[in-house]
């Protein structure tokens, strides 16, 4: 009989899976539900009509602990590290110290991908492989029921450390996003991306991060009125804005004035990007030595 998750909160698991490997992981669904766990998996979680992109996004984002199943199959399929894997990553970067997010579970014996290689796989198929999954997910739900550990409260002043800070990039255009993903983390930001307007309220509430850069034009909303929504949740949270010069016009520019969100101009280059955020990077690196 397995060993139960004991904690007040049923600790919520994202199942990353290959649909080659489905059977195996409804098996794992039903073993962690009847272990005290909260696991979410697409087919079970996702209602008809709902769009199935921005739910997986949600579901990856409010997760306790992401398993990454992992088979010959899967490693070997083109394109395996999917987007909710780049969202995993991304989030792991902001767990407390010591915290377990990310767990490798290899469904047999294969390779593991290189971009997860950090983190200490478990192996599924050997016999006490669900015991010590269970300990694992044990272990992060002690993690996250200390006070230090939680989701911090949003301060009027907040404490910017010396590591690197969040900065969320909001675009529809999937290159966009890796371009700017790629420039800014380079320029010493810690990148977070969403592709959507409401993905991005979902990253901004868990993570609250330093600077926001988004897309004038997303989809069925705006970026100017996303910012304006974020920037009343965080006043000290520097937002920029890019747009095509005949997007974005002059009632545009002066609420932007106003408010003081800034306005990168397409095209651009590289250095565009890093120095729109160079001066707000600077004043709190300063800031952080005091």
């Excluded at 199942?15 to 098996?27: A, E, M, P, T, Y």
């Excluded at 962690?32 to 696991?39: D, F, I, M, Q």
């Excluded at 790629?182 to 993570?207: C, D, M, V, Y």
């Excluded at 989809?219 to 910012?227: H, K, P, Q």
Aim: proline content about 4%; some cysteine; hydrophobic content about 40%.
């Amino acid at each position: 009989m397995n060993r139960g998750v004991e904690h007040t909160r049923l600790s919520r698991v994202f199942l990353c899976h290959s649909s080659h490997d489905k059977g195996i992981v409804r098996d794992l669904y039903r073993q962690l539900s009847e272990s005290g766990c909260k696991p979410w998996l697409d087919e079970q979680d996702l209602l008809p009509g709902q769009d199935w992109q921005n739910e997986i996004s949600k579901a990856v984002c409010n997760s306790d602990i992401v398993l990454v199943c992992l088979s010959k199959h899967s490693v070997s399929k083109k394109g395996f590290v999917q987007k909710e894997i780049q969202f995993a990553l991304n989030t792991a970067d902001q767990q407390p110290e010591g915290a377990i997010y990310i767990i490798p579970v290899r469904l047999e014996e294969c390779a593991v991908p290189q971009r997860l290689t950090r983190w200490q796989w478990v192996d599924l198929f050997e016999k006490d492989g669900f015991e010590q999954l269970i300990k694992a997910i044990q272990y992060q739900a002690n993690v996250l029921a200390k006070p230090e550990s939680q989701i911090p409260v949003h301060q009027e002043e907040p404490e910017w450390r010396t590591e690197r800070l969040s900065l969320l990039i909001v675009d529809d255009n999937r290159d966009v996003l890796l371009f700017l993903q790629h420039t800014l983390s380079r320029a010493g930001w810690n990148p977070l991306i969403a592709s959507s307007a409401s993905q991005a309220r979902e990253i901004f509430k868990l993570h609250y991060p330093r600077a926001v850069l988004l897309d004038y034009v997303l989809g069925e909303e705006d970026g100017l009125t996303l910012a304006l929504e974020l920037q009343a949740k965080s006043p000290h949270t520097r937002f920029v804005l890019m747009t095509g010069t005949s997007i974005c016009g002059l009632e545009q520019e002066y609420i932007c004035k106003e408010r003081d969100i800034g306005i990168l101009r397409k095209p651009f280059l590289s250095e565009d990007v890093a120095s729109a955020f160079a001066r707000a990077f600077q004043d709190l690196e300063k800031k952080a030595r005091e």
